[in-house]
């Protein structure tokens, strides 16, 4: 299984790396990765309910973890919710475990899917695939660490229509020679 996880977190590490920092889609995610802040995680998670559990489990940990060790985690779960609605359909749950007083409003978590859809797209739309990651993808934020960014930031809520517009000029074309397959 090692080898199978280690393959899992070379692709998200290399998506990471060419499509969110090479795009510059999330201008915040070059310093965590430079200072190796992230932590990959893949999920052994065969049912909602254990993913879940695994959510919790890494929420507490950011949570008596200090920021400059392990300031963000990408939880990948490679077995479970690979067909995007279901995957959506769960972000309410994760909203309510998030929301849980003992995290005290400490986090946030971005979905991320190789099916990736916003609402009123089509599934082929180049705008989708700002979320499009390697495999379904639960990213923990700190709050803390979201508001410095943002503040550090001019125009941080221009963010989504300049990726959409970096995405439109890049096209399908220009995503495939990145060389990225978000459909694994």
């Known amino acids: ?6 393959a899992i977190i070379a692709a998200t590490r290399t998506w990471l790396e060419k499509a969110v920092i090479g795009l510059n889609l999330c201008p915040f995610a070059k310093a965590v990765q430079v200072k190796k802040q992230i932590r990959y995680v893949v999920s052994a998670a065969a049912t909602p309910e254990a993913l879940l559990e695994e959510l919790l489990s890494e929420l507490r940990l950011l949570q008596d973890t200090d920021a400059e060790k392990i300031d963000t985690t990408l939880l990948i779960h490679p077995h479970v919710f690979t067909d995007f609605l279901d995957f959506n359909d769960f972000f309410d749950t994760v909203d309510i475990a ?6 005290n ?11 990736y859809q916003f609402a009123g797209t089509q599934p082929d739309d180049i705008e989708n695939y700002t ?9 923990l934020l700190r709050e803390a660490s979201v508001d410095k960014a943002v503040e550090a930031f001019p125009d941080a ?19 495939a020679k990145l060389g990225l397959n978000s459909e694994k």
Request: negative net charge; charged residues 25%; proline residues 10%.
């Open 131 to 139: 979320n499009r990651s390697p495999y379904p993808t639960l990213h």
């Open 1 to 6: 299984m090692t080898t199978q996880n280690d």
């Open 98 to 103: 998030v929301a849980e007083p003992e995290f």
């Open 157 to 175: 809520d221009q963010i989504p229509e300049r990726n959409i517009a970096t995405m439109e000029k890049l096209g399908h074309d220009g995503w």
């Open 105 to 115: 409003d400490e986090f946030q978590v971005a979905t991320l899917h190789p099916q």
